[in-house]
């Protein structure tokens, strides 16, 4: 049964320290995005790639926020330095290029910074 | 900038009945695609319903159907017989084909059935 997975699922740690998510894709699909979720602010689109190269970051914050794709099975978000509102549940996603457009996420990765 | 809203943070129905959700976008492109998504309580989000804004017929997927009004950028879920299963967050979102398939959320509707 192909899925998304996302480690850590669950992630509590003190500001200024640095925080790694980490996803595995659904093999065959070229496209990945990161989301961000919130009360306030619903789910917020971090970055995308294609084909591992990135096409789209504008959401993140450039200061702390990096996103990579080092090979096709893994997908990385970092934040360096963590602060208290970056706490939220973190989503990948993963899917075919367009025209399908379905994209299936993973479960997320709670983030607590305190 | 496009953008999705979604004007109802939260609604309840009994069970049985049907609810609409609403959500409206805004987008100068004429071929783009519409999704509705559905997160449970366990938070795994899966896919509704998909439409393409160049057909004209709404989709439908069981009980889950859509009113597609280009003009009025206006794309609704309609749930049929709701069921205590179909309590979810769910999420309208829009993808543009001609900006790289970047694919925007709406922030959501907490939709809870009860019995």
């Known amino acids: 049964d192909a899925r998304v997975t996302q480690t850590p699922r669950h992630k509590v740690t003190e500001m200024g320290q640095e925080v790694t998510m980490r996803c595995q894709p659904i093999?065959?699909?070229?496209?990945v995005f990161w989301y961000r979720q919130t009360m306030m602010q619903g789910l917020e689109l971090l970055a995308y790639?294609?084909?591992?190269?990135?096409?789209?970051d504008s959401g993140m914050p450039k200061d702390r926020f990096s996103a990579e794709m080092p090979d096709a099975t893994l997908a990385t978000l970092k934040i360096q330095p963590s602060e208290p509102r970056d706490s939220a549940v973190y989503f990948c996603?993963?899917?075919?290029?367009?025209?399908?457009?379905?994209?299936?996420f993973g479960e997320g990765s709670r983030l607590t910074v305190l | 900038a496009q953008t999705v809203t979604q004007s109802q943070p939260e609604m309840s129905v009994q069970e049985a009945e049907t609810v609409t959700l609403s959500c409206t976008y805004d987008t100068s492109e004429n071929n783009y695609y519409l999704f509705w998504y559905k997160q449970p309580p366990s938070r795994q989000m899966i896919l509704v319903i998909r439409q393409e804004a160049y057909k004209q017929q709404n989709a439908t997927e069981n009980r889950f159907s859509v009113n597609f009004q280009k003009a009025a950028k206006s794309f609704s879920l309609k749930i049929s017989d709701s069921q205590l299963g179909d309590t979810a967050m769910y999420f309208c979102a829009f993808m543009d084909p001609n900006r790289d398939d970047k694919i925007i959320f709406g922030k959501g509707t907490r939709l809870h059935i009860l019995p």
């Open positions: 093999l065959g699909h070229n496209t």
């Open positions: 790639f294609r084909n591992r190269a990135p096409l789209d």
């Open positions: 996603a993963s899917g075919r290029q367009h025209p399908t457009g379905e994209l299936f």
